[in-house]
């Protein structure tokens, strides 16, 4: 049962996501808990892949404090990943399925490691929501590219990478 409150989102949220309206906040939390739940995959949520993600809120939300301590709260380690897969439902035009892969494959990154468990939990949680094992790939690498962008960018830039 839904809660009825809902995030506001910035124009962040537009222009790296497209996303154009509010977000139901219970849905909002289920969807942290499956990408908690994949970067803990190797047996921890690292303070760096947690920090990425509570980093990319604040960015996406208006005032998203409570939605975060309520992602600090979240048990993710006793998440079963088809129910709660099964319980998200987003209505905007995005790519659901292909966006929270996209993000739990970028949250397992942050701490300088994609663990195998985390790329088993990746490629599970990409099974239940029908995707092909090629766009898995793809998403993994445009990571890859995104990363190797990042500090090309920041060495032009001459600072320390």
Known sequence: ????????????????????????????????????????????????????????Q??????PQEYIEAIHQFDWKNVNLEELLNRISYRFPINFCRTILYQAIKMSRADGSYHEKEKAAVAKAAEILGIERSVVITLESVA??????????????????
């Open 58 to 63: 604040e960015l996406l939300f208006v005032d």
């Open 144 to 161: 890859d590219l995104e990363e190797s962008t990042e500090q090309l960018r920041l060495a032009l830039f001459e600072t320390e990478v």
């Open 1 to 56: 049962m839904s809660s009825g409150k809902s995030l506001q989102v910035t124009k962040y949220a537009l222009h790296r996501y497209n996303i154009t309206q509010p977000i139901d906040f219970d849905v909002a939390l289920n969807y942290s808990g499956v990408l908690m739940a994949i970067a803990g995959a190797d047996g921890q949520l690292a303070d760096a892949e947690l920090q990425w993600y509570i980093d990319e």
